[in-house]
DNA sequence: CCATGAAATGAGAGTAGCTGTCAAAAACAT
DNA sequence: ATGTTTTTGACAGCTACTCTCATTTCATGG
């Protein structure tokens, strides 16, 4: 297998030569899948291909990603989402804090991204809106995200995490939230995304303490 | 092929033979599709046996639904929503239309169903949270419903339909609706639908007008 | 009633995503 | 170097879905 053309962490430097094969085997993989949707775009692009031009069997490629559109949707977001949710004053309002955390996370997801340039993060976002199964996984991942959030909430709130209102309000954000994106690339992203988050979070009710 | 088990509804009576067949066809491949999930559960069940059963054959079966997730998941309330909608008087608020609206339409959809009985509604509510890929198909056609509520929206308060603001407050709205669906589900469909509605719009804010 | 055109169907081959199995190869431990 | 464990590749198989083409079924005008 070639040399993944996106450079190892650093972090991954003291780790055992399993794990920082494996390392390398992902990024191969998903640099050769990002390599051929920029030709030929996704759905022309088979798995055969990508794991030709990765240097490896596709058993590998599905052993890594459990479907083709996983190897375009890690999400590393959550946890930092989550930590930054934590990291706000307790007394602030519940939806002010979504906005500086919110902010923040998408600042550095779009700005100092460690393993993939800029472009590749904008192609990524295209993807999430322009193709169906992309789109789809996506939105499996917002339940995710959503139950995150519901935590982050019910925490700061007072509330129990399954309480409806907490779960409606979260998941209404997400929706919110991916509006916001589609409507961002449906722009060709020429607007200012941190302007677009800050509409977004007004035209949304904070949700009170109990 | 066998006679549909659900009866054709009155409306069709005036049509050629020729359409009447093809409403026969389309509603004996929903009734098989449905009593084979019943049997054995949506993954076991293929589209194979579903075109025995219907006595058609599997091309047939995508001729009538693009994919196995069709099959369960036609989308009536669409426009039912859209006219309970403009039915509305114009100087009401956003949020109370959209109560009355969609409490209408969810009473309508669980009590006076035509062609399937409430049983098969509540397995379908119950496939749309428990199967991802029914449940991902439906978040597809939240988007779809979402820019018909988009129009309505813009409609009522002055403002153009590609907003922003509108867009954000449709689709967040959707995936508060979606959790309510969800979160009804998983308490066994014992709690009021329409109370939970009413507290999950008491999470949202108004959309004003402009 | 029949002939002609149009629409619907069935049969079959083919593609791609995905799963599972099993033996070979690579990394690790001793 | 030897034995153990992990990772990999090759292969077979399943199923959703597409496309093509011949055949059947309905509609229509004479």
């Known amino acids: 297998m070639t040399t993944a053309r996106t450079p190892v962490p650093e972090a991954a430097r003291h780790l055992g030569l399993r794990e920082r094969k494996k390392l390398k085997t992902r990024m191969a993989i998903r640099d050769a899948t990002y390599s051929l949707i920029r030709e030929q775009g996704y759905d022309a692009t088979t798995v055969e291909q990508i794991a030709d031009r990765a240097e490896v069997s596709q058993s590998t490629v ?12 890690t999400d590393e977001y959550d946890a930092l989402l989550e930590g930054l949710l934590r990291e706000r004053p307790a007394g602030e309002p519940v939806r002010e804090s979504l906005r500086w ?8 997801a779009l700005t100092d991204n460690p393993d993939h340039g800029q472009e590749e993060m904008l192609l990524r976002v295209r993807l999430m809106v322009e193709v169906p199964q992309v789109r789809s996984r ?20 007072g509330r129990h995490e399954n309480d409806l209102e907490v779960r409606v309000y979260a998941m209404g954000l997400m ?4 509006e916001t994106m589609i409507y961002w ?11 677009l988050i800050d ?3 007004a035209v949304c009710a904070d949700l009170p303490r109990r």
Not at 148 to 155: D, I, Q, S, V, W
Not at 175 to 178: D, R
């Open 199 to 201: 509409r977004t979070l």
């Open 138 to 157: 996506l939105m499996e991942s917002m339940s995710v995200t959503g139950r995150l959030l519901c935590r982050a909430l019910a925490e700061r709130t």
């Open 62 to 73: 599905f052993r890594y990603f459990p479907a083709k559109e996983d190897i375009v949707l």
């Open 101 to 108: 955390a919110i902010r923040k996370a998408m600042t550095m």
């Open 175 to 178: 929706g919110a939230l991916l």
């Open 185 to 195: 690339v449906e722009g060709d992203c020429r607007e200012d995304v941190l302007e």
